[in-house]
Each structure stands twice: as C-alpha cells, then as structure tokens.
C-alpha cells in the first residue's frame, strides 16, 4: 500500500528477494522524484493516475533496484552519487551529482560517505525530513542502529565512528523525520534520535 506519511511524502515497502526481506521506497510528487524504488503492489501504473516521476535518486550505487523498470515506462533520469558510478559502466544509463547539490526542487543531496563513498541522505526541506541508504536502519517500532557489523567492513570501529561524524554534520539541517531503506520511516522525532544515536 502506498501512503502519504508527511505532507508530500509517500512511502511503500516491497519484497526485494536479493536480500529476502522488504524494503523501504519513497515518493516526492511535487519534485516529480522517487527515491530507490521498488515497484509497489499497485503497480508502476499507480503513478500514471499520481503523479509520474522525472527522477529517480539513488541514496547509493546498490539501491538500483527497480529503477530500470520506471525508467522505460516513465523516461526518468536516474542519478546516483558521482562516486557510485563505476557500478554502471557499460550500462544501465545513470547520471552523477555532488554532493551539496540540489538534485530536484526542494531536495538537496547531503554527504554521509564512510560505509560507501557515494551514500548520501536526501533531504527533502519542504517536509523536514532526511532519506538515508544503509548507513541507519531500525526494526519495527525500533530504535535506529547500524547493520551487523560483518556488514560493515574489515574496521566496523572506524565505520561507525566516521558515521557518527557525518550525522552529528547532519544535525545542522532543518528536519525532524527520517526516511529509512531499511526500517519502517521515523515520522517525528528522527532530528532528536539521530542526535543522540550519533552521541552513543
């Protein structure tokens, strides 16, 4: 089911069998963008009556995931962290941005890096809210936390240590939820839960 979880947000989840579980998509109609998305159980015809989206942002190079398919229906531009790219070589057709950029109006592309050079959280300034990749993730009604640690590296110390670091940098922004990949999305409170995650 797809719903409106803040004013202009739209969230769904979809089995992703990569991985055997569900997964976490978004929507920002009035940016015309999707956010690593799944194909919904309404279909990608659901957006033909909603609403179709110009673009799809990938909060990192592994969050391709059905894309491919909006993108021939739809003709969206897919982007992804310019550092992320060298995992599309030779296809499919995706673009690079900086971070710092405005990736689609009202949506900004904010440096998390550490687990992967290309993370990025997206933050969505007309909905206060901040959309991260695997960096974050929580269970049902949980708290945020990270993925295992044979997840995280050969150093998993040092990785949560730099992430930390980069979410106490995104503390300086204005939201106050979190849109997860990974985890049902933290609709009020996220500003204050990611503070004191980051201070753990």
Not at 71 to 76: F, K, L, N, V
Not at 99 to 123: N, S, W
Not at 168 to 175: G, I, T, V, W, Y
Not at 193 to 198: C, H, S, T, V
Request: proline content about 6%; charged content about 25%.
């Amino acid at each position: 089911m797809i719903e409106e979880i803040l004013p202009g947000v739209l969230h769904w989840t979809a089995f992703r069998d990569t991985i055997g579980t569900d997964v976490h998509s978004y929507a920002v109609p009035e940016s015309l963008v999707l956010i690593d998305p799944m194909t919904p159980d309404a279909g990608l015809e659901w957006f033909e009556q909603h609403g179709a989206p110009e673009r799809i942002l990938l909060t990192n190079r592994h969050h391709y995931r059905d894309s491919g398919r909006f993108a021939d229906r739809y003709g969206c531009h897919i982007l992804c962290q310019r550092s992320g790219l060298h995992e599309f070589e030779g296809g499919p057709a995706v673009k690079g941005f900086s971070f710092g950029d405005e990736v689609a109006p009202g949506i900004t592309a904010e440096r998390v890096a550490v687990l992967t050079p290309e993370e990025t959280a997206f933050h969505i300034v007309s909905a206060g809210a901040l959309s991260f990749a695997d960096a974050i993730v929580r269970d049902e009604n949980g708290p945020l936390r990270f993925v295992s640690d044979h997840l995280l590296g050969d150093d998993p110390v040092a990785i949560k240590s730099g992430l930390r670091d980069s979410f106490r940098a995104l503390l300086e922004l204005d939201f106050d939820s979190i849109l997860l990949a990974h985890g049902p999305p933290m609709v009020g409170g996220g500003k204050e839960a990611l503070r004191d995650f980051a201070s753990a």
